[in-house]
């Protein structure tokens, strides 16, 4: 191959533009540019998207778990079941509430949470679980709330975006959803979280939690008969408020998720045509009743038929100036849950299989056609 046909594909660069720019100027211009009318405004858009009630908007998914879990009535002690294959914050989040994370195995070929290893990992202490809905493909909280009732459920949304189960959007499933507007999710606020909820009193709970335990917003105050009055505090609370230079941004995003995820379903299916000839290869599934956001495009390597590795192929791969990335990591296998659960790889076959042959390969909505046929091109020529 040479240099001139080599191409450049990061795994995945947010979708701006110049509607973004003039979005920012408005409260640039007020002068309000912490949680205030833009906020609002993301919020009142991002509920009605994800038919909930409540949207609350906050500084990242992390921090959105953490109040999703105070917010449930997680105490210290209690204990919260947690994939073992997911981002580490979904397990952080148990732990800023001095809680326990027990990790459940996942099922390789969704990557999320294996329901028939749910019974087992409850105790009288088990308080709630976080589902993950792993790269936009819910988790079936249907099943969850069905069999497990006592359960409060967080969902952790922080790739699902527009996803939906049986027709019903990601956020409205569980008792609390979270989202992430991370650049690698589909729509992006630089940083960036939100909070949905359909119970009024854990919405109340979530406004004071992100806002240092206040009674009112500062918005509600300054515009208030009575701005010199100090609200009353009743929590011990957070600032966990996202900007309104983020929520201008999330608004225009917002307005662009239900074309993007059309363009990444699109590409979605045209990668799994492609690659179907690949026995070493296996394509995300999509079930019945699912609505995929893609918020990434995860393959898994079957290395007892590929011709190297997968740390080799994604070797080969960035040689050729495609990124690729393993789907997430293991969190039983990170030093810090290891050591705190007293965990070995083996104890999650699932979870390890997934961190050590699953690959995420470029999907996003700045690429073009000849970027994902010199990709399918490259996959293929590792047959040699
Ligand atoms: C990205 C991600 C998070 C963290 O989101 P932030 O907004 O970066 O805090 C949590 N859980 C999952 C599954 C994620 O993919």
């Known amino acids: 191959m040479n240099d001139n046909q080599k191409r450049n594909i990061p795994i995945s660069i947010p979708s701006m533009g110049i509607e973004e720019w003039e979005a920012l100027k408005a409260p640039i211009e007020s002068g309000w540019i912490t949680q205030g009318p833009k906020v609002k405004e993301f919020e009142t858009l991002f ?8 949207a609350l908007a906050v500084s990242n998914c992390t921090t959105a778990l953490h109040l999703a879990l105070l917010a449930c009535g997680v105490q210290p002690g209690d204990e919260v079941l947690v994939p073992a294959f997911t981002w580490v914050s979904t397990a952080n989040a148990v732990v800023y509430c001095n809680a326990k994370p027990v990790l459940v195995d996942v ?3 969704t990557f999320n949470i294996k329901l028939d290893e749910i019974a087992a990992k409850i105790t009288s202490k088990t308080k709630a679980i976080i589902p993950v809905h792993l790269f936009g493909l819910c988790a079936d909280i249907d099943y969850i709330k069905k069999y497990f009732p006592q359960l409060k459920i967080v969902e952790d949304g922080a790739c699902a975006a527009g996803s939906a189960l049986n027709g019903k959007p990601a956020g409205s499933l569980g008792d609390v959803g979270c989202f992430s507007f991370h650049p690698r999710k589909s729509v992006t606020t630089g940083e960036g979280g939100m909070l949905t909820t359909n119970d009024d009193a854990i919405a109340a709970h979530l406004d004071r939690l992100r806002n240092h335990g206040a009674s009112i917003s500062e918005e509600q105050r300054h515009h208030g008969p009575k701005p010199y009055i100090l609200p009353a505090f009743e929590d011990v609370g957070y600032n966990y408020r996202m900007t309104d230079l983020q929520g201008a941004l999330g608004v225009v995003q917002l307005g662009k998720l239900d ?26 599934l999509v079930a019945e009743g699912y609505a995929h956001g893609w918020q990434s495009y995860v393959t898994f390597i079957d290395e007892s038929k590929a011709p190297m590795k997968r740390n080799d192929i994604m070797e080969f791969l960035q040689q050729r100036g495609i990124a690729t990335r393993p789907g997430t990591h293991a ?43 010199y990709i399918i091109d490259a996959l293929h020529s590792l047959n040699g």
């Open 107 to 109: 099922d390789p070929l």
């Open 47 to 54: 509920a009605k998207r994800h038919q909930v009630k409540h």
């Open 331 to 373: 969190v039983h296998m990170l030093g810090v849950y290891a050591n705190m659960l007293n965990v070995k790889p083996n104890d999650f076959p699932g979870a390890f299989a997934c961190d050590q042959y699953s690959m995420s390969i470029p999907l996003h909505n700045k690429m073009v056609k000849a970027d994902y046929d």
């Open 259 to 284: 074309q993007f995820i059309a363009e990444r379903n699109e590409w979605a299916a045209y990668y799994t045509n492609k690659l179907s000839d690949l026995p070493w290869l296996r394509t995300p």
